[in-house]
């Protein structure tokens, strides 16, 4: 007997069905798990930067809390130092960084005569500051709410004339003088 041929369009069929079944799979249970996979492992290494971070925070640990106590025992509420030359000068240092951090220019500083009342002793500085408002205000603000405590019990405030071309718009500069005082904590006296 002559051997059976089969049909070529039998046998297209049959490689054609188990190609679309080769697919079915492939999209279907694969591609789905393979994305999953590497999904995590995208996660995974994102958590282990994390991790990397946390321990170097973590390893750091001792220097912070150190420098924290040394930060809150300087933050006081009183003026310190070993005299009164020495604290004005930190009080004229403070002064120039607030001013500057702010975004206003400081023209000068000078020490101004202490001031004693029942409670405390008070060491000020006069400085004068000029600046967009925005940067004068937050000056202002900087100084007002700095620890130790400083007050500022004098402020003249007015209108710069404008610096550069006429008729160039820009924002109007203030210029301001203030007096800014410190309490110092009179010796024998506590909370």
Same mark, same amino acid.
């Given at each position: =007997?002559?051997?059976?041929?089969?049909?070529?369009?039998?046998?297209?069929?049959?490689?054609?069905?188990?190609?679309?079944?080769?697919?079915?799979?492939?999209?279907?249970?694969? +591609?789905?798990?393979?994305?999953?996979?590497?999904?995590?492992?995208?996660?995974?290494?994102?958590?282990? =930067? =994390?991790?990397?971070?946390?321990?170097?925070?973590?390893?750091?640990?001792?220097?912070?809390?150190?420098?924290?106590?040394?930060?809150?025992?300087?933050?006081?509420?009183?003026?310190?130092?070993?005299?009164?030359?020495?604290? $004005?000068?930190? +009080?004229?240092?403070?002064?120039?960084? =607030?001013?500057?951090?702010?975004?206003?220019?400081?023209? $000068?500083?000078?020490?101004?005569? $202490?001031?004693?009342?029942?409670?405390?002793?008070?060491?000020?500085?006069?400085?004068?500051?000029?600046?967009? +408002?925005?940067?004068?205000?937050?000056?202002?603000?900087?100084?007002? $709410?700095?620890?130790?405590?400083?007050?500022?019990?004098?402020?003249?405030?007015?209108?710069?004339?404008?610096?550069?071309?006429?008729?160039?718009?820009?924002?109007?500069?203030?210029?301001?003088?203030?007096?800014?005082?410190?309490?110092?904590?009179?010796?024998?006296?506590?909370?």
């Amino acid at each position: =007997m002559a051997p059976k041929t089969v049909a070529a369009p039998a046998y297209c069929i049959f490689i054609a069905g188990n190609f679309a079944v080769g697919l079915l799979v492939t999209f279907a249970c694969i +591609l789905p798990v393979r994305d999953l996979l590497a999904n995590r492992d995208e996660e995974i290494a994102q958590q282990r =930067m =994390m991790l990397a971070r946390f321990k170097a925070v973590a390893a750091r640990e001792a220097a912070v809390q150190s420098a924290a106590k040394e930060t809150a025992a300087d933050q006081g509420e009183f003026l310190v130092g070993k005299n009164d030359g020495v604290i $004005s000068a930190d +009080l004229q240092t403070r002064l120039k960084g =607030m001013v500057e951090a702010a975004g206003a220019k400081l023209r $000068s500083v000078r020490n101004l005569p $202490s001031q004693t009342d029942a409670q405390a002793r008070y060491i000020g500085s006069r400085i004068e500051l000029f600046g967009p +408002l925005a940067a004068v205000h937050r000056s202002i603000h900087a100084i007002e $709410s700095a620890k130790p405590y400083l007050f500022v019990k004098v402020a003249a405030i007015k209108l710069a004339p404008p610096i550069g071309q006429v008729g160039v718009p820009q924002e109007p500069l203030i210029e301001a003088q203030l007096d800014i005082f410190g309490a110092l904590r009179i010796e024998g006296r506590e909370k």
